[in-house]
């Protein structure tokens, strides 16, 4: 049962260009949202998050959408570089389990950005 | 540099064995998690500790444990190594809810 899903293994861009990332989500429970950028032999470093009660995160050229209703997000890097090419992870969780915020993680995508 | 500290990098041994993957978690973070990747399983979550109590548990196989020290550092000690446990295993820390979570570089382990 994958509760984040991203649909897209691959994702080519070219520089100076908007890179669009998504992520759906099935459990209704998740209020917390993060994304995590990761390079190879390297472990993943947390690039932004978005708590349920907002529906937009910005942060310089990172920005964080939520649909809820949808149960959607979707990370928007502008404009992409060359050095955003890795893998992304989509991850969500739960603060309504009183101390437990274990991340459930999507299945990842690799972004390309092309000079 | 996420402030996370694992060690070893990389652990090669045979099935059968018994191992210890060790985390130091930023200063100040409480909370440790540990993590699994495997190659068909992606990021998988396996325990989180708080200020040295278990606090979640995922599918994490009754071959291994976990525990948290007085200092913070955790330890996941994996026994009885099939070749089905060769992964990545991550730790990462945090400051507490709704706050994210930094992640180590991981340790690499290969059963041969």
């Known amino acids: 049962d994958q509760q984040v899903k991203q649909n897209s293994p691959s994702l080519s861009v070219q520089e100076g260009r908007i890179s669009i990332l998504n992520c759906d989500y099935t459990?209704?429970?998740?209020?917390?949202f993060l994304w995590y950028k990761k390079y190879p032999a390297e472990g993943p470093t947390f690039l932004i998050s978005?708590?349920?009660?907002?529906d937009k995160n910005e942060d310089g050229r990172f920005t964080v959408f939520l649909n809820k209703s949808a149960k959607h997000l979707s990370l928007h890097i502008v404009p992409s570089q060359p050095g955003d090419s890795a893998v992304y992870f989509c991850?969500?969780?739960?603060?309504?389990?009183?101390?437990?915020?274990?991340?459930?993680f999507g299945q990842g995508t690799r972004l390309t950005i092309n000079p | 540099d996420s402030g996370v500290t694992q060690t070893p990098k990389h652990l090669i041994t045979a099935t059968g064995q018994r191992v210890t993957l060790r985390c130091s978690p930023r200063?100040?973070?409480?909370?440790v998690y540990w993590y699994q990747q495997s190659l068909d399983q992606g990021l998988q979550f396996l325990i989180q500790?708080?200020?040295?109590?278990?606090?979640a548990k995922g599918n994490i196989l009754e071959r291994f444990s976990a525990q948290q020290f007085p200092d913070l550092h955790s330890e996941l000690n994996l026994s009885s190594l099939e070749l089905g446990d060769s992964a990545l295993y991550f730790c990462?820390?945090?400051?507490?809810?709704?706050?994210?979570?930094?992640f180590g570089d991981g340790t690499r382990l290969s059963i041969l």
């Open positions: 990462a820390s945090s400051v507490g809810r709704n706050q994210p979570q930094h």
């Open positions: 459990n209704s429970m998740f209020d917390y």
């Open positions: 978005i708590s349920s009660i907002k």
């Open positions: 991850a969500a969780s739960s603060t309504l389990i009183q101390g437990a915020q274990k991340l459930v």
């Open positions: 200063s100040g973070d409480l909370s």
């Open positions: 500790y708080y200020n040295g109590e278990e606090r």
